[in-house]
Structures are given as structure tokens and as C-alpha cells.
């Protein structure tokens, strides 16, 4: 069994700065890759970033140049650096991380931006 448990999310000002964490606990030998998608209001889940085990990263469009992903592999924790926020940007973010081929989510934090 694995668990993800995020934290960090909030409300903000346009512009203004979050930093999401992740924290893996349980039977996660063999934790991969982890990332972060997010879920606007009526719209379907979409993928903002990934990294791997390695270290290898990859953004979507929309949050390239202001959202940084970072793992810390001896904590099993991915962090989530979200700059420059928009009001596009509001969403609840699921971490979400590829154990021995499986997939895990967390439960979301909700990330609400306002103008």
C-alpha cells in the first residue's frame, strides 16, 4: 500500500507565490516517476509536470517558466514551486506517483488564485 499525502495548497493573489509538497510513505521500494496534475472547475485533469527517479523533468505550456518540480528521493517527498500565479492556475493539484508500474494518487489540495 502507498500513500500520498500533499500539502501547501491555499488561497493567493495573482502573482503571488505556492509551494506544494508530496510526501510517499508505505510500501513505495521502487517509487518511479512522480508529478502533479491538476483539476480546474468543469474541465478534466490535466498533467502540469513529471520528474523522474533521475531527475529528468517535464512541464506543460501553460506553467513552463514559472512552476518548478523537485523531489527529494530520500524523503519520497516531490515539491511543487508555483510562481507567478494566474487565476488560471486555480485548481485542486493531485500528486500522483508510479510505483513498481502502478499508479497512486493523493487525496488533492486546492490551489485558488485570485485577481
Known amino acids: 500500500q502507498v500513500q500520498l499525502v500533499e500539502s501547501g495548497g491555499g488561497l493567493v493573489q495573482a502573482g503571488g507565490s505556492l509551494r506544494l509538497a508530496c510526501a510517499a510513505s508505505?510500501?513505495?521500494?521502487?517509487?518511479?516517476?512522480m508529478a502533479w496534475y491538476r483539476r480546474a472547475p468543469g474541465k478534466q485533469r490535466e498533467l502540469v509536470a513529471t520528474?523522474?527517479?533521475?531527475?529528468?523533468?517535464y512541464y506543460t505550456d501553460s506553467v513552463k517558466g514559472r512552476f518548478t518540480i523537485s523531489r527529494d528521493n530520500a524523503q519520497n517527498t516531490v515539491y511543487l514551486q508555483m510562481n507567478s500565479l494566474k487565476p488560471e492556475d486555480t485548481a485542486v493539484y493531485y500528486c500522483?506517483?508510479?510505483?513498481?508500474?502502478?499508479?497512486?494518487w493523493g487525496q488533492g489540495t486546492q490551489v485558488t488564485v485570485s485577481s
Open positions: 520528474i523522474t527517479s533521475g531527475g529528468s523533468t
Open positions: 508505505g510500501s513505495i521500494f521502487g517509487i518511479n516517476a
Open positions: 500522483n506517483a508510479i510505483v513498481r508500474g502502478n499508479p497512486y
